[in-house]
């Protein structure tokens, strides 16, 4: 059904019946209609909302309105592709989080842990671009691209700044060679003659408004910024574009096709983060518990991941004595101070406490050190474990995102 028939529809009706709100719903086009009339509305300045699929669109007197969708379920967008794709489910599923996906091939997918949750797989920029919609009300995807393509809309926050994977940075390359030989900063770069309002800089990126503001800020007068997706590296030599603005990991590709990062180049450093709407945080049930949920699981993993329980025993003559020597060595601190506890034993028909227990929290760099000290005060019967999980009594970030949100 069109939208023009479904209106002269709604006013039929309305003639019949003026002072109850009417619906209509068009479920083969998905299209959903309804008149809400004030006490005295004519027909000619009647009010229509028109629902097109998930996405509520208000037109009122020829007036587009956004609103959030009425839908139930809570919609988290994760990156379909590529190396962050493979390293965000792994992530989750170190936070016992799995995603479920009935079939590699469908973009849904659920997580059994979080109910009336729904994954929806998404090309990175379309995540940050339907966190803005209303279309999804979580992601995890690059700094790189929140930044993109947010372009400082408030509406999307990043809950995690750190998730500790997908590091790179946003960084001007330019030739080794040409005119470009002796270039190795930003400024240099700026102050070439070469560069005028009628033959500026030519930057191939996919980054152009980073790259825009952020030459605007740093005194480049004369660039402009082409866009394109792909091997970037090869547009200097092709003669298409003068430099880039790309991410970089390693520099190797860099390298390999005779290109140099300059000093005071890099645009961003970036790496995943989790990100939501703030009107999805607000207004929708249920995304605020679910955001606090996910937030505690990844804040309490990535706070263990390098870490060791380290547990001893100890000879000593009280609890007290053992945690001296231990707080002696600064290594044994732990996360607040060793826990120290009686090792009972029977001998000659006696209950008695020679040995305590020791445990404390040790980070992996400094493992075999603390091993060393323990021995040396006299540590026996060492055990060593990874932690999994390190669950705080609040997590900073959640008390970040209440402030942020007014809560």
């Known amino acids: 059904m069109s939208l023009m028939s479904a209106t002269s529809l709604l ?13 209509l719903l068009c479920p083969s086009s998905s299209f959903h209609f309804s008149v809400l009339p004030p006490a005295q509305l004519k027909l000619a300045n009647m009010t229509i909302t028109c629902c097109v699929s998930q996405s509520q669109v208000s037109v009122v007197n020829g007036k587009i309105d956004s609103r959030i969708s009425e839908r139930n379920e809570i919609r988290l967008g994760l990156p379909s592709k590529g190396r962050m794709a493979a390293d965000t489910l792994d992530l989750l599923k170190d936070c016992q989080l799995s995603v479920k996906q009935v079939n590699p091939r469908q973009y849904v997918a659920q997580i059994p842990q979080l109910s009336n949750l729904e994954v929806w797989f998404q090309r990175p920029k379309d995540i940050v671009r339907k966190l803005l919609s209303g279309d999804l009300d979580l992601g995890i995807v690059g700094l790189d691209t929140v930044s993109e393509y947010r372009q400082g809309n408030e509406d999307l926050i990043i809950v995690h700044n750190a998730l500790e994977y997908g590091d790179c940075r946003l960084s001007l390359a330019v030739p080794k060679y040409g005119i470009f030989e002796n270039v190795n900063s930003l400024q240099e770069l700026a102050q070439m003659p070469q560069w005028t309002a009628e033959k500026p800089l030519r930057v191939a990126t996919g980054f152009t408004y980073l790259g825009a503001k952020f030459v605007k800020e740093n005194g480049l007068k004369h660039a402009v910024f082409s866009t394109a997706d792909g091997a970037l590296e090869a547009a200097p030599a092709m003669g298409i574009a003068d430099a880039i603005l790309d991410l970089v990991s390693s520099g190797t590709t860099l390298r390999e096709n005779n290109l140099k ?28 518990d679910t955001t606090h949920e996910i937030l505690e699981r990844l804040e309490a993993h990535l706070k263990a991941v390098g870490q060791f329980t380290v547990v001893a025993n100890m000879r000593g003559s009280s609890a007290e004595e053992v945690a001296e020597r231990i707080l002696s060595q600064s290594s044994l601190s732990g996360l607040q101070g060793p826990t120290v506890s009686p090792v009972f034993c029977k001998r000659n028909g006696k209950v008695t406490a020679d040995y305590y227990a020791i445990v404390i929290c040790v980070p992996k760099k400094a493992l075999y050190k603390s091993v060393q000290q323990l021995r040396a005060i006299g540590g026996s019967g060492v055990l060593i474990s990874p932690l999994t999980y390190i669950f705080d009594e609040e997590t900073p970030r959640w008390r970040e995102l209440l402030s942020e949100l007014g809560l």
């Open 11 to 23: 006013q039929s009706c309305f003639q019949q019946h003026p002072s109850p709100s009417l619906s």
């Open 261 to 288: 990062e300059i000093e005071g180049g890099i645009v961003l450093e970036s790496q995943a983060v989790f990100v939501a709407s703030r009107k999805s945080l607000i207004q929708r049930k249920g995304v605020l």
